[in-house]
């Protein structure tokens, strides 16, 4: 191909055509429109002048080809012009399918999307073995499903029912899993100098290509169809709404109404991925992405930490101590006594054991993890982390203490969730050097960690932080100092108007359903318990606010939720228990939660604690589950019109008092 071309080709001595795929100026493949263009060329070429067999390859060390790229899919909004497109990579997975020669796919390491495609476009999909989750259909987590025909040859290879799972889940799977699925014909070592040789055996021998078993194919046919189908919708539909998430619903109606029937199947699945390309929640959860790409690249290529001292052996020390063991980080962990430590180590050992699949690796990890009960290995460490009790003084005075101990170039960092960086570097002679970085709990499923800023922390500092965050596979939110950061200053709002519903004689479970009907996925009071209440009457104390008497309440009867068995909910198995029969939710209830929410994400950005409205969306999406189908909270309030969201808000305030009182950051805000 000319210059400037992804592909490269290149015959051997066998008359085997070996296609590499090596995106320009990217560190992965993607299948951009160019991309696609110049391989349909290629294809169109080869079917003029067929070799005897023909590879797909990756030039690329990240892997085979993560799909299409996301940065092309705001271009077009109308439904002939992506149907127009989506036709167009079908039939180049066509022009693969009949070719009149073997092909195969090459795979090593992520293929996603429309790079899964193109392999089972393929006769064969031979792959180098890893543990690494690597393979999959992530379109449901963008509100779309596969465009390109994956749809169908997945189910045709490996049967419907695993199929779908991989498409309604988006979840990814190893080389291994993919291989016991029949999904990937052969698996090769890691770094295999014998893959040539297996590819052209293959391409010469022509063995016959792997369809899904005849009990699995049989599963197609109509009556099975609409058991399965009704079984997995009613699965689905306890989980989430077709309103918010119509992707998964649509992949379901699609194999009921045309099951395996290929000349259907293409067309309805083109029409399909077009008509939710159009809709609200697939542009939000697009969005979503973008947001999350946008965290990661806020991290710059700074020298690799090594080693990290966690200070503080609770639930939060522990687990970020065993997440940075996870992830390649030597790391020691500190407290007064080894009592204090055990539970956090089982944790961490419990981790590694779901996380890492080998035991050579499960192993490595465990020895990363160690207990340092002096400190010793503090002046050593390339990051120190306080996690202690949120006591203003206790920290000022370890800090005293660490500043003194540490290397000239360690981070130093507090895990604070509420108190000002300024305050407790007060204590420190050197106050640049604090910075805060703050986790969520559970560390190992929260993705965001906030990097707070003081008024005095360094830019060196923070953005060491920030490469940290991104070094452990966290998404490092930036933030100024100021009272609960971002999340918990959004949330607070939200969870104390939660209460006060509760006191106005709501029951905690219809106050939970109105927040989950809007697509939260956790209510406020359930989520309160979980927390722990006491945690919760300290987060709004630090605000200057009036807590619930509710709240107060609770915390001196002991009742602090899930961590007692009992709160506003009783737990058995960590499981609250729910009445079945409560009131529906009002328009009233679902609003005084949300619009709280909404109002105080206004004011957090009007007040600087970050320097932007995407940041702001990320925080809350990222740290608190809010619905993601909206795109943000102050993405949600555009597209309901901020107009009517400060009509809304005053009309609250005047029946429901002051806290609804619009955030002045709405008149500033360009719409």
């Known amino acids: 191909m000319e210059n400037g071309s992804a592909w490269h080709s290149k015959i051997d001595n066998n008359k085997i055509c070996w296609l590499a795929f090596d995106t320009p100026n990217k560190s992965a493949n993607v299948l951009s429109e160019k991309a696609l263009i110049d391989l349909d060329k290629i294809l169109d070429e080869l079917h003029l002048n067929t070799p005897r067999g023909l590879v797909f390859t990756s030039s690329k060390k990240t892997g085979f080809i993560l799909g299409a790229d996301i940065n092309e899919f705001t271009n077009s909004h109308k439904f002939d012009d992506i149907y127009k497109a989506t036709i167009f990579g079908q039939s180049i997975m066509n022009k693969i399918e009949n070719l009149r020669c073997p092909t195969v796919a090459l795979l090593n390491g992520f293929t996603l999307g429309g790079g899964l495609e193109l392999a089972l476009s393929c006769d064969y999909i031979i792959s180098t073995d890893s543990n690494k989750k690597c393979l999959g259909f992530p379109e449901v987590k963008l509100g779309l499903l596969p465009g390109f025909g994956g749809y169908l040859r997945s189910i045709k290879k490996i049967g419907p029912i695993s199929a779908l799972d991989l498409m309604l889940t988006g979840k990814f799977i190893t080389p291994k899993q993919a291989f016991n699925l029949k999904l990937i014909d052969v698996l090769t070592p890691w770094d295999s100098s014998d893959n040539k040789e297996i590819v052209a055996e293959y391409i010469l021998s022509k063995p016959k290509k792997t369809q899904a078993?005849?009990?699995?194919?049989?599963?197609?046919?109509?009556?099975?169809?609409?058991?399965?189908?009704?079984?997995?919708?009613?699965?689905?539909?306890?989980?989430?709404?077709?309103?918010?998430?119509?992707?998964?619903?649509?992949i379901l109606n699609l194999w009921k109404n045309y099951g395996s029937n290929k000349r259907k199947a293409h067309i309805e699945s083109a029409k399909s991925f077009c008509h939710l390309y159009l809709t609200d929640s697939s542009k939000n959860l697009i969005r979503v992405y973008k947001l999350s790409d946008t965290l990661k690249s806020l991290a710059s290529k700074e020298k690799k930490l090594n080693k990290a001292h966690i200070i503080g052996g609770g639930t939060m020390g522990a687990d970020i101590a065993s997440w940075c063991a996870l992830k390649g980080i030597h790391t020691n962990l500190q407290d007064k006594d080894i009592n204090f430590l055990q539970p956090g180590l089982k944790r961490a050992k419990k981790l590694f054991k779901s996380k890492l699949k080998n035991e050579s690796d499960i192993l490595d990890a465990s020895k990363r993890l160690n207990v340092d009960l002096l400190g010793e290995k503090i002046k050593s460490a390339d990051i120190i982390i306080e996690a202690i009790t949120e006591d203003l003084k206790a920290k000022q005075e370890l800090f005293k203490s660490i500043e003194n101990e540490a290397s000239s170039s360690a981070i130093i960092a507090t895990n604070t969730s509420s108190i000002k960086i300024e305050d407790i570097a007060k204590s420190m002679s050197q106050p640049e050097r604090l910075v805060g970085i703050h986790f969520f709990n559970p560390v190992h499923r929260l993705p965001l960690v906030e990097i707070v800023k003081g008024k005095q922390t360094s830019k060196q500092i923070y953005d060491a932080a920030i490469s940290y965050v991104a070094q452990i596979g966290k998404l490092p939110l930036p933030c100024n100092s100021a009272p609960g950061f971002v999340v918990n200053r959004i949330l607070a709002p939200y969870m104390n108007q939660a209460l006060v519903c509760l006191m106005d004689g709501y029951k905690p479970e219809t106050i939970d359903k109105a927040a989950k009907d809007f697509g939260m996925p956790t209510g406020p009071i359930e989520l309160a318990d979980r927390i722990g209440l006491d945690i919760a009457l300290h987060v709004v104390e630090v605000f200057g606010a009036t807590p619930p008497d509710i709240l107060k309440t609770k915390v001196i009867a002991g009742e602090l939720g899930a961590k007692t068995g009992k709160g506003f909910y009783t737990f058995v198995k960590n499981r609250p228990k729910k009445s079945s029969k409560f009131p529906n939710p009002d328009k009233d209830l679902s609003d005084r939660l949300i619009y709280s929410l909404l109002n105080e994400s206004m004011s957090c950005l009007d007040d600087g604690v970050v320097n932007n409205m995407d940041l702001i969306d990320a925080a809350v999406i990222f740290g608190t589950g809010f619905a993601p189908f909206t795109g943000g909270p102050l993405n949600y309030a555009k597209s309901i019109g901020i107009d009517h969201v400060v009509d809304r808000l005053e009309s609250l305030e005047k029946s429901f008092g002051s806290d609804f009182r619009p955030s002045k950051g709405w008149k500033k805000l360009t719409i």
């Not at 109509?222 to 918010?244: D, E, G, W």
């Open 213 to 250: 078993k005849w009990y699995l194919r049989i599963l197609n046919f109509l009556p099975f169809r609409i058991l399965i189908y009704l079984s997995i919708k009613n699965r689905i539909r306890k989980k989430i709404r077709s309103t918010h998430y119509p992707a998964p619903f649509s």
